[in-house]
């Protein structure tokens, strides 16, 4: 199963990924993400409706809050589609150092 190009465009930006870090944690309010970051409410704000619509992270209102969750779910996707190049590069990294064994005897 392809992943969607939105996650991928999502997970792109350094601070999208800081926000997936912050909700390892749990779910937070927007404000409380606010002030974890160097950069205007709106920016921020943009920020979670690209990973609210890339699936990253579900959005709920809890009176004048509203609160963010993280999803794993797309995150798994793009782990499944990761893990043949890091089969790959597992390989390289076991011929390199078996040539490298070779060389010290």
Known sequence: ??????VFAALANPARREVLRLLL???MAAGDLAV???MRR???SEHL??????????EQRAGRN???SLEAAPLEEVTTWLHPFEQFWRT???NLRDLLDEEDL
């Open 1 to 6: 199963m392809p992943v969607n190009d939105d």
């Open 49 to 58: 409706r690209v990973l609210r619509e890339a699936g990253l992270v579900t």
């Open 25 to 27: 944690e749990g779910p």
């Open 42 to 44: 709106p920016s921020l």
């Open 92 to 94: 390289k990294l076991s």
């Open 36 to 38: 974890r970051f160097d």
């Open 66 to 68: 509203r609160v963010y």
